[in-house]
Each structure stands twice: as structure tokens, then as C-alpha cells.
């Protein structure tokens, strides 16, 4: 219900590459949850491209319909002309927590101010188009306490349930660190009481 309401965000990565006048731009994106993330997505980028002549990248954190956090940076390519068009292209497409690094090989011909705009915003469009994206869902940490025997069903439950288990810690009982959605809490509250398995 409440599903339409979360931003979209990456579910994976995408690589593209454009060519205009000579100049190949290659996109990379993918997904970043910090500023930290984002810089480390860019070095990862400058590893996989060390001879290109500019790494320009933007990045935006959180939900782009509300106050979020951004980044830009032109990478040697004249003002304005490589940072904003790709987060203005990545807030059109209202995709959050999302990184884009687009790295030039430049070609010889210059393409000016208005034809390196069209060019960082149309690498952007394209790797954002091939990116694969999902609703982000809201989930809580649940630790449960329970006999061994129980361990298989909680498993299961949480294949069934979008659920993660984290860690499981054995002693004389299994202790379980799960992911669950917000909006699953109540029924994975329900099938622990259901088998007295204690939930934290």
C-alpha cells in the first residue's frame, strides 16, 4: 500500500558508453547509501579507467523528493557543463541514493560549453535508462531466540517474507539477527509467538 510512496533506488549497476565527435563518454552507476560510498564508487571508476581525461560524477542521497543530500563535481571540464547535467538528470528521473560517474576520452574536437551539457546528460539518461531500479522498503533489525529445531522454519519464513538472516549465533539456543520489512514486523511477532520463540 504505502509501497508507491518510497523512493526508487538501484538494484544493481550499469555501464554505457556514448560517442560524439571523437569523445567517448562511458557511464558507470550504481547504488550509494553515503558521501563515503559515492567517493569510493568514483576511485573504483578511476581504477577501471586510469588513462580517460575527466571522471565527472553527481550523487544523490535519500528520498529526491524530499530535502536530499547531493554531490557534483566537473573533473577538470569547464564549470557547469558535466556535474549539474548529471544530477539534474538523476532528479528528473527521481531516483535516490544513487551514484553516476560518466568518464570522457576526449577525442580531439572540441564540443563547447552547450554540446558537453548535451553530452553529460545524455550519457546520463542513457545508463540511467539500462539501470535496474526497485521500490525502497523500510526494514527493521529482529533478533529471535529458539531451539534448534525451530531454525529451519524461521528460514523459511523469512524467504517467504523478503527477509534477511544476518548473523546466527549458536549456543543453547540459535540466536538469529534478521532484516524484515517495516510492514512484515507484525506477522514475523505473530509466528514467534505462535512457537514461543522470543523476539527482540
Known amino acids: 500500500m504505502s509501497d508507491t510512496r518510497q523512493p526508487l533506488v538501484p538494484t544493481g549497476k550499469a555501464s554505457t558508453q556514448l560517442c560524439i565527435k571523437k569523445s567517448r563518454f562511458i557511464a558507470s552507476a550504481g547504488r550509494v547509501t553515503t558521501r563515503d ?15 580517460a581525461r575527466h571522471h565527472c560524477w553527481a550523487y544523490l542521497l535519500g528520498d529526491p ?18 556535474g549539474k547535467p548529471i ?17 570522457r576520452y576526449f577525442g580531439g574536437i572540441k564540443l563547447g560549453a552547450g554540446g558537453l551539457v548535451r553530452a553529460y ?9 539500462k539501470l535496474s531500479v526497485g521500490r525502497h522498503t523500510p526494514h527493521s533489525q529482529c533478533t529471535l531466540q529458539a531451539d534448534f529445531a525451530h531454525e529451519q522454519a524461521i528460514r523459511h519464513w523469512c524467504a517467504q517474507n523478503n527477509s534477511n538472516v544476518n548473523t546466527v549465533t ?15 514486523v507484525a506477522a514475523l511477532k505473530a509466528f514467534c509467538n505462535a512457537r514461543a520463540i522470543r523476539f527482540s
Open 87 to 103: 544530477l539534474n538528470v538523476i532528479q528528473h528521473k527521481g531516483i535516490g541514493d544513487v551514484m553516476v560517474v560518466v568518464t
Open 37 to 51: 560510498d559515492a567517493m569510493t564508487f568514483v576511485q573504483q571508476v578511476r581504477a577501471q579507467y586510469p588513462d
Open 170 to 184: 549458536y549456543g543453547q539456543q540459535v540466536a538469529l539477527e534478521l532484516e524484515v520489512p517495516d510492514d512484515a
Open 121 to 129: 546528460a545524455g550519457a546520463t539518461e542513457q545508463v540511467l535508462s
Open 65 to 82: 523528493a524530499a530535502t536530499a543530500s547531493a554531490g557534483m563535481n566537473d573533473d577538470g571540464e569547464p564549470s557547469g557543463t558535466a
